[in-house]
């Protein structure tokens, strides 16, 4: 009976071959030392779980504990393209007008260029001389804030940022949220758990340095203290004083999200707390006028249409004095996504005009162009 004791604590794996493929990845994964030595301690216990009957429960619970550790990419960062004159081209090559937001972001880049370049050259001053354009960017970056109405292009100007620096990018809605949990994961303890959207968006771009959007954060619940918690759990996440060990509650381990560029959009600012307020760089986005929509269409998502449905230049094109008229319809709206649909819809009716032989192109003017844009069409704009 006196060695009973001593039997129970030695991990016998021979009948359990799932814990050695899981201790196995374990010790190939790339993950902090004191994650390692957690995880194998919660697989020496799963030999007393199945001695006890409860062995399945406990084992998916660990393998998915783990499964999420070893996702997260703890030392993968990518390079940040801090060639201005690039980034500027390639924001004018996605995006017409908006000069105010990207001056803006220029200065930005300026000063993250600037204030890396010196710390890298303070750790070693061999590279001075070299001044390379790809870094990374450090610490403390501006937390930008788009605001301005739907269809103004804040979401696509996020994305092209993150293009532009060579980033991976991904949207978190905020929309209707109403548990600062969804942001910060739920415990171990509790039922369903599972880790929150940011750290989500580290394992879906596989890098801890992307472009992360929190979409719409002035739809946040509406109820005071579900709002007072996430704009709570919010502040942290952006805090540098605090978001370099930001601690998911199902991970359970400081997570670094210092070098993560966070981007907000909103409509109004209305419903944002002052002290979330006093941490963003406010960015406004105005309406479009019919010039610019005019422009917008004929450089920008005329050529967008046309690749989506499969059209040459030669089967779909325009008069000059059409455009007008196409927009005219759209011109109370701000935006352009209604724009882009509309002409997605009329290029959808000239293929198939192709495609069943009655014409083997198609010319839009003012005489035909309601043929392919309905006259009702102000109902929906």
Not at 117 to 123: F, M, R, S
Not at 164 to 173: H, N
Request: proline share 4%; charged share 25%.
């Amino acid at each position: 009976m006196s060695t009973q004791p001593a039997q129970n604590t030695q991990i016998d794996i021979s009948q359990l071959p799932e814990i050695q493929t899981l201790l196995d990845q374990v010790n190939s994964a790339s993950i902090p030392n004191e994650l390692k030595e957690k995880l194998r301690t919660m697989a020496s216990r799963l030999v007393i779980a199945a001695k006890s009957g409860v062995y399945s429960s406990e084992f998916e619970s660990i393998k998915k504990y783990a499964d999420w550790i070893m996702a997260i990419p703890w030392s993968n960062y990518t390079e940040d393209n801090l060639n201005i004159q690039d980034v500027e081209a390639k924001l004018n090559a996605g995006h017409y007008g908006l000069e105010n937001v990207k001056a803006r972001l220029l200065e930005y880049l300026a000063v993250l260029k600037l204030n890396t370049q010196n710390t890298q050259t303070a750790e070693n001053p061999a590279l001075e001389a070299t001044a390379p354009e790809i870094k990374s960017i450090a610490t403390n970056a501006p937390i930008l804030c788009f605001v301005g109405i739907q269809g103004v292009g804040k979401t696509s100007m996020a994305r092209s940022i993150a293009s532009a620096l060579g980033r991976q990018f991904v949207r978190i809605s905020l929309g209707a949220l109403g548990e600062s949990t969804a942001l910060r994961g739920r415990s171990r303890a509790d039922k369903n758990p599972e880790p929150g959207e940011i750290v989500k968006a580290l394992v879906r771009t596989r890098v801890m340095n992307p472009v992360i959007l929190l979409d719409e954060i002035d739809k946040v619940s509406s109820e005071t203290g579900l709002r007072a918690d996430v704009m709570a759990a919010l502040l942290e996440i952006l805090d540098p004083e605090q978001n370099s060990t930001f601690r998911d509650h199902y991970i359970d381990y400081p997570v670094d999200l210092s070098k993560v560029l966070f981007i907000f959009t909103a409509n109004n600012l209305g419903g944002v707390s002052s002290a979330l307020l006093d941490r963003l760089e406010i960015i406004r986005f105005s309406s479009y006028s019919l010039d610019d929509k005019k422009i917008i269409a004929q450089k920008y998502l005329l050529p967008k249409v046309r690749k989506a449905t499969g059209l040459t230049e030669a089967q779909l094109q325009f008069s000059d004095d059409v455009w007008d008229l196409i927009i005219r319809p759209l011109g109370f709206d701000a935006g352009v996504r209604q724009l882009e649909r509309n002409l997605m819809e009329l290029a959808r009716k000239v293929a198939k005009r192709i495609v069943d032989g009655i014409a083997p192109s198609v010319m839009i003017t003012p005489q035909n162009f309601r043929e392919f844009i309905p006259q009702d069409i102000d109902v929906y704009t």
